[in-house]
């Protein structure tokens, strides 16, 4: 992509409304716990802590508004006590750029590794640096910044006194979770009627697995629906698949097809139902029709072999299902759904044992090719040489370009370059309302303190429709801040506008000069998925080859394994496909039949995973395991010269296969069907990628040469459209 069709994606995304359910009532409560710091503070004591009561409940109350899966009060507690610290930290530095400037750097650096940890310590860590930068500048003496620090902290405290008192659909991101997991596998039983190879995306059932860890504090107030449906439709995927697929579920035509269509159906209506109870906490009603459907007449029933066998599994299954759905989620009612073997209770540690837990994830990411550790590096340099800049102009305020700079910057291009454009666009309309507002009421500190709440209750309510229109409400609400504390609108509005454009630049220019691209990368993530997933598919052949405990509870870990491999392919290749980089190692075509023919590859496996014999069966295919090293083997080779740029070879994997062929009579449909598949994917994964580099470097350039062919016969420069990463 050039870099003018990437800069019109970014003004596009930056721009753009996103369709999501807001949340009045989380607003209300956020903004009121901004009231309750911000009231008494003006009335008791001084416009100036009342600000720094303002700034500690407004950046709590924003932190909970973050994905995350922990308590939202102990989230706002967490913000307000890092709040506090860093602002009295700041403070004891502040008045020097000697001894300021290098603990802006550090402490910079420091959050710009908390992205290590996740997105929500990533967010919650810059909103720390802007408290540094701005309430340095309120206290007077170390008593006060003391004072300030601690007024901070209870506005953190207060946002998580409001929702232990007033507790807002408690438990329902958990609930729409495993209703979302349990609904995708609904949608793909519709697909897989008119599709028998449709594909599924594991991301939902993914989200409910890190939903379902809790604290040892959640644990005990956990409602019994959220306990076992996520394994239910963890086991109803590769039942439905294996039921759908021609070769080794129902036939192509006929009878058998039309009785598959009728379960399928069934199974996607109880799945919708069972979504429904857990996610409104009331029992949900199942058509009578598909419960009907559920009955397998001994003699009537029209499906034979591996088929039956899919079909019998799958209403054992659904009756659990139908069981969730009649008796809803209310609190000891819903039934704790068994679990699979080697499964254990998803535990999530506590803030204190999170500390290992933080230091390992950083000490992973302290290398020079981290995108993470590029991005901390960027954070540092860009808001010590921005504070340097705008403190030298008569502007005042200049704190606001390196604040601007740490919060659009984020560790991959596009979303920073896209926040940059939002942020910019949201300060000039946001700064441009409060304005007139300042101008007709005039100096009135309680006024700006009641508008500077309903600003950024209203930034609330907006936080996930959009960067730019959050952000518009921001700056009101800073604008009217600042306007309490006694400071004139001509000072603050075009200092923050120029500013924020200044921030807004640097933080472009440093991924320009220190990037951290994802598109030369490629290759290794690709590398990744496929040994994953060569894994996965052994640890599910060495269950046919001796079906034990140990064995099941292997291929659960591959399986998760996989996953986060697909995950993590995917996520770098939508931001490549952003990137204004030309591709290395691997064209876009390439990427794209190497992509389809790894999914090919862990759909085999899955088929083959729903007819896994049991723990205590005596059923058991000997060769399975030679052909399970061969797989695990060859895919451990093949990443290894995909990595390397080297046509991989699977001899290896064609001899084993050969071999079990000829020697053994042991393999059932589903296996023989499955490994087929397997090798027909890894035939085409090899077709994608072995290219000689004369052929990838011409392949590359006429990607290039048609993307500027198609900008030219637009003639507006525009892209295609946006693909989120």
């Known amino acids: 992509m050039t870099w003018l069709r990437s800069f019109g994606e970014v003004v596009r ?5 996103e369709e999501t359910r807001l949340e009045p009532l989380l607003a209300l409560r956020t903004a009121a716990g901004m009231a309750l710091v911000i009231g008494p503070a003006l009335w008791l004591v001084s416009p100036a802590y009342a600000a720094s009561a303002a700034l500690g409940a407004y950046s709590a ?85 003391l004072e300030h620090a601690v007024i ?49 995306d594991p991301e939902p059932l993914m989200t409910a697995r890190e939903a379902a860890a809790v604290t040892p504090s959640q644990a005990r107030t956990r409602p019994p629906a959220l306990h076992g449906p996520r394994g239910l439709a963890e086991r109803i995927r590769p039942v439905v698949a294996a039921l759908a697929d021609p070769d080794v579920g129902a036939p192509a035509e006929g009878p058998g097809r039309d009785r598959a269509r009728e379960l399928l159906a069934a199974a996607a209506d109880v799945l ?39 079909a019998e599994q799958l209403v ?35 803030m204190f044992r999170l500390v290992p837990v933080v230091v390992r994830s950083v000490r992973r990411e302290l290398r020079r090719d981290s ?27 200049g704190y606001w370009a390196p604040i601007a700079s740490v919060m659009v910057m984020r560790p991959d291009f596009h979303r920073t370059y896209a926040r940059a454009v939002a942020r910019l666009a949201g300060t000039l309309v946001g700064v441009a309302l409060a304005t007139g507002v300042v101008r007709a009421l005039g100096p009135d500190a309680h006024a700006f303190g009641v508008l500077a709440v309903a600003s950024a209750g209203l930034s609330y309510m907006l936080i996930r429709t959009g960067y730019a229109y959050s952000q518009c409400f921001t700056a009101a609400y800073v604008v009217f801040l600042l306007g309490m504390g006694g400071q004139a609108w001509e000072q603050t509005v075009p200092d923050r506008v120029v500013l924020t454009m200044l921030g807004g630049a640097l933080a472009m220019v440093a991924y320009v000069v220190f990037p951290a691209w994802e598109t030369p990368r490629l290759p290794d993530r690709l590398a990744d998925w496929l040994a994953a997933n060569g ?87 000997s060769g399975a395991e030679r052909f399970a090293e061969a797989l695990e083997a060859g895919t451990a080779q093949a990443a290894v010269d995909v990595r390397e740029r080297r046509n991989p070879n699977w001899r290896r994997v064609e001899e084993a296969l050969d071999a079990w062929e000829g020697a053994t009579g042991d393999r059932s449909p589903v296996v023989r069907r499955g490994a087929e598949l397997q090798k027909r ?40 459209a946006h693909r989120g990463g």
């Open 61 to 145: 109350g924003g932190a909970t508004f973050q994905r995350t899966w922990r308590p939202r009060k102990v989230i706002a507690i967490g913000a307000g006590m890092g709040l506090a610290f860093s602002t009295f930290v700041g403070y004891l530095a502040a008045g020097r750029l000697v001894t300021f400037l290098p603990l802006l750097a550090v402490w910079t650096f420091a959050a710009g590794m908390a992205w290590a940890v996740g997105s929500t310590a990533g967010i919650v860590a810059a909103t720390t640096v802007g408290s540094m930068l701005v309430t340095v500048t309120l206290p007077t003496s170390v008593g006060r910044a």
């Open 681 to 720: 994917a890894l035939e085409d994964f090899a077709t994608a990628v072995s290219r000689t580099p004369l052929e990838r470097d011409v392949g590359s350039a006429r990607e290039e040469q048609r993307a500027r062919t198609a900008v030219a016969a637009r003639g507006d420069g525009s892209g295609p």
């Open 272 to 310: 919708d139902a069972a979504a429904r109870s857990i996610r409104r906490g009331t029992p949900a009603e199942v058509p009578a029709r598909s419960t009907d459907v559920l009955r397998i007449d001994e003699e009537a029933e029209v499906l034979e072999g591996p088929a039956r066998h899919a």
């Open 371 to 397: 995108p993470v550790f590029r991005h901390a590096v960027r954070l540092a340099a860009v808001a010590t040489v921005g504070y340097l800049i705008a403190s030298r102009p008569p502007l005042g305020h």
């Open 535 to 621: 894994r996965y598919a052994a640890a599910v052949l060495r269950n046919y080859a001796e079906p034990t405990p140990e064995h099941q509870a292997d291929m659960r870990r591959a399986l998760l394994a996989s996953r986060e491999a697909r995950a993590a392919w995917q996520g770098a290749y939508d931001r490549a496909q952003q990137e204004p980089v030309r591709p290395r190692g691997l064209t876009s075509r390439e990427a794209d039949e190497a992509q389809e023919a790894l999914k090919g590859f862990g759909r085999a496996a899955m088929l083959m995973e729903s007819h896994v014999p049991q723990a205590d069966s005596s059923r058991f295919a």
């Open 152 to 200: 901070i902290a209870l506005g953190g405290v207060a946002q998580a006194v409001l929702i232990f008192l007033f507790p807002i659909r408690r438990w329902g991101r958990h609930r729409d979770a495993l209703a979302d997991a349990l609904a995708a596998v609904a949608d793909y039983a519709r697909r897989l009627r008119n599709d028998p190879t449709a594909p599924f």
């Open 13 to 17: 995304s930056g721009l753009t409304i």
């Open 316 to 350: 054992e299954l659904l009756g659990e299902a139908l069981e969730i759905a009649r008796c809803g989620g209310a609190r000891g009612k819903t039934p704790e759904q068994p679990r699979p073997t080697g499964a254990q209770t998803l535990v999530r540690p506590t």
